[in-house]
């Protein structure tokens, strides 16, 4: 067996981290659930930003958004950045990433062109001739679209004509398809669904290595359980709405927060003091008021779409064993955010850093490596996964990379690599602008040029209903968290090179 393994990572997209079956009994992911039996479950990992592409861009840089520049949904990787694809490959590696990207937004510009936009999205002459290279990725196969959004194109179009659906547009939506919005039950044949494609083609590309024998770095990247709420069948009715423990608002929670959790809560609320760039709107800064029966359908199709999803992942696990390549392969599952469907009164991402929203299921396994059965709180971070991979492919890891070394951990030979997480949110330049420091027991969240903030003790106040920012007991305390977040501000920068003389 080679001393450095293979690398699988899987990831979901928008998964709350209570959504494990082998944590929560209310739901069914019995291929995730081995998974774990099989490796470690790490119950306190974080992600760099709550959104997409900064998230995606930490996990392929080692690096904060503040730091890789990617730092908003609708901006962009800049193509310059080093990344770990590109470090494994030059040891030797193969690297590919089958699913969803999202380095780069939907509009392309002069300045910032960008492969995901419109309408290069739709070309397929262009994408049956393009797989790479791409962020690192010397082979992609890619889509844009979350369920039957019209971004759908690519790779993934082409997978359906391949596969005689030459009227794959009847199950997206206008201008790209010809359906109206759905909800619930989605159209599509299971056959035809974007699990299905991104299982089978991370499958071709283990077949592809099992060929080649050469060490592969592959991401299979998912798009469920990101809403729209619709699921095909028989997914879409697995969960009864009537049976599900709908989580809702505490009342007067938000009477101690800053006053966009507040206005939230509003049927018409006014977010115009907040806007600031061009883009019009700002993610989650809307109103969430939703009915107890609606967030109950969408909890229940939400469910059905991670059950979904863990039906590809077995198809992917076991092609893997049969291969014969899993006792070589590091395994790692997790998702780039969470969501909300009623915590705290609120049902989209955006500037509000709850553990529904901040903490991510994470699941790492390797044969005769990591220990199987295991749960550990050791906190982990998204931008750990590219310095750890290198660790585990004999690869130096480059001072640029500002993610720990979670090697040790995950063999269980170290109790923890950090003490903290640190979670950033720059949706506007400077009037939301947030950063989160969290550790074993307290987060604390403040925002720039604003005199309010957040302050949980996770240990007494789990469910996060109590802020003591401006408790009069709690000062010292805020105090004290707020040097750490400096602390660990100032212990997160970069060291591109290492000092080679004197002077």
Same mark, same amino acid.
């Given at each position: 067996?080679?001393?450095?393994?293979?690398?699988?990572?899987?990831?979901?997209?928008?998964?709350?981290?209570?959504?494990?079956?082998?944590?929560?009994?209310?739901?069914?992911?019995?291929?995730?659930?081995?998974?774990?039996a099989r490796g470690t479950l790490f119950s306190r990992a974080y992600c760099p930003n709550p959104t997409c592409?900064?998230?995606?861009?930490?996990?392929? /840089? !080692?690096?904060? #958004?503040? +730091?890789? &520049?990617?730092? *908003?949904?609708?901006?962009? %990787?800049?193509?310059?950045?080093?990344?770990?694809?590109?470090?494994?490959?030059?040891?030797?590696?193969?690297?590919?990433?089958?699913?969803?990207?999202?380095?780069?937004?939907l509009e392309s510009t002069e300045e910032y062109p960008s492969l995901e936009a419109y309408p290069i999205l739709?070309?397929?002459?262009?994408?049956?001739?393009?797989?790479?290279?791409?962020?690192?990725?010397?082979?992609?196969?890619?889509?844009?679209?979350?369920?039957?959004?019209?971004?759908?194109?690519?790779?993934?179009?082409?997978?359906?004509?391949?596969?005689?659906?030459?009227?794959?547009?009847?199950?997206?939506?206008?201008? /790209? !398809?010809?359906? #109206?919005? +759905?909800? &619930?039950?989605? *159209?599509?044949?299971?056959? %035809?669904?974007?699990?299905?494609?991104?299982?089978?083609?991370?499958?071709?590309?283990?077949?592809?290595?099992?060929?080649?024998?050469?060490?592969?770095?592959?991401?299979?990247?998912?798009?469920?359980?990101?809403?729209?709420?619709?699921?095909?069948?028989?997914?879409?009715?697995?969960?009864?709405?009537?049976?599900?423990?709908?989580?809702?608002?505490?009342?007067?929670?938000?009477?101690?927060?800053?006053?966009?959790?507040?206005?939230?809560?509003?049927?018409?609320?006014?977010?115009?003091?907040?806007?600031?760039?061009?883009?019009?709107?700002?993610?989650?800064?809307?109103?969430?008021?939703?009915?107890?029966?609606?967030?109950?359908?969408?909890?229940?199709?939400?469910?059905?779409?991670?059950?979904?999803?863990?039906?590809?992942?077995?198809?992917?696990?076991?092609?893997?064993?049969?291969?014969?390549?899993?006792?070589?392969?590091?395994?790692?599952?997790?998702?780039?955010?969470?969501?909300?469907?009623?915590?705290?009164?609120?049902?989209?991402?955006?500037?509000?850093?709850?553990?529904?929203?901040?903490?991510?299921?994470?699941?790492?396994?390797?044969?005769?490596?990591?220990?199987?059965?295991?749960?550990?709180?050791?906190?982990?971070?998204?931008?750990?996964?590219?310095?750890?991979?290198?660790?585990?492919?004999?690869?130096?890891?480059?001072g640029r990379m500002s993610g720990v070394d979670q090697s040790a951990v995950w063999l269980g030979q170290q109790?923890?690599?950090?003490?903290?997480?640190?979670?950033?949110?720059?949706?506007?330049?400077?009037?939301?602008?947030?950063?989160?420091?969290?550790?074993?027991?307290?987060?604390?969240?403040?925002?720039?040029?604003?005199?309010?903030?957040?302050?949980?003790?996770?240990?007494?106040?789990?469910?996060?209903?109590?802020?003591?920012?401006?408790?009069?007991?709690?000062?010292?305390?805020?105090?004290?968290?707020?040097?750490?977040?400096?602390?660990?501000?100032?212990?997160?920068?970069?060291?591109?090179?290492?000092?080679?003389?004197?002077?």
């Open positions: 067996m080679s001393s450095t393994p293979n690398i699988l990572l899987i990831t979901s997209d928008q998964q709350h981290w209570n959504t494990l079956g082998c944590r929560n009994p209310a739901i069914q992911t019995p291929n995730l659930d081995r998974l774990a592409t900064p998230s995606r861009a930490s996990i392929i /840089t !080692g690096q904060y #958004p503040s +730091q890789h &520049g990617a730092y *908003n949904l609708g901006t962009k %990787l800049d193509e310059r950045v080093p990344t770990l694809g590109e470090a494994l490959q030059q040891g030797g590696y193969d690297a590919t990433l089958i699913g969803k990207a999202h380095f780069q937004p739709h070309d397929l002459d262009f994408w049956r001739d393009f797989h790479g290279p791409f962020y690192g990725f010397n082979h992609v196969e890619l889509t844009r679209n979350h369920t039957d959004e019209a971004h759908v194109g690519q790779h993934y179009a082409l997978w359906m004509e391949e596969k005689g659906a030459t009227n794959w547009r009847d199950y997206f939506r206008p201008p /790209t !398809g010809n359906t #109206p919005e +759905q909800y &619930g039950r989605w *159209n599509i044949p299971a056959e %035809l669904h974007y699990n299905t494609w991104i299982a089978e083609r991370s499958i071709a590309r283990l077949e592809h290595y099992k060929e080649e024998g050469k060490p592969f770095f592959l991401w299979s990247s998912f798009f469920d359980p990101h809403p729209p709420y619709i699921v095909p069948e028989p997914w879409d009715s697995l969960y009864d709405p009537a049976k599900m423990d709908v989580p809702s608002i505490t009342a007067h929670e938000h009477d101690r927060n800053p006053p966009h959790f507040q206005l939230t809560q509003e049927e018409h609320p006014d977010f115009s003091d907040w806007f600031e760039d061009h883009i019009p709107g700002l993610h989650g800064f809307n109103s969430h008021l939703r009915s107890q029966e609606d967030r109950a359908r969408d909890m229940a199709i939400y469910y059905g779409m991670v059950t979904c999803m863990d039906a590809a992942i077995g198809k992917i696990l076991d092609r893997l064993e049969e291969l014969g390549l899993a006792e070589n392969t590091l395994i790692v599952f997790t998702t780039d955010h969470g969501h909300f469907f009623g915590q705290h009164g609120l049902i989209a991402k955006g500037a509000f850093h709850y553990e529904d929203l901040i903490r991510l299921p994470y699941l790492v396994s390797w044969p005769g490596h990591v220990p199987e059965g295991k749960e550990t709180d050791a906190m982990q971070s998204l931008v750990d996964l590219a310095p750890t991979f290198l660790k585990f492919a004999g690869q130096r890891i480059p109790e923890a690599a950090r003490d903290h997480a640190v979670v950033e949110h720059r949706h506007q330049p400077t009037t939301l602008h947030v950063k989160t420091y969290v550790d074993e027991r307290y987060k604390l969240t403040v925002y720039y040029h604003r005199d309010y903030g957040e302050l949980f003790d996770l240990e007494t106040d789990p469910g996060e209903v109590n802020n003591l920012w401006d408790d009069p007991d709690s000062q010292d305390l805020k105090y004290r968290l707020t040097r750490k977040l400096l602390d660990a501000e100032m212990g997160k920068e970069p060291l591109p090179m290492l000092r080679v003389a004197g002077a």
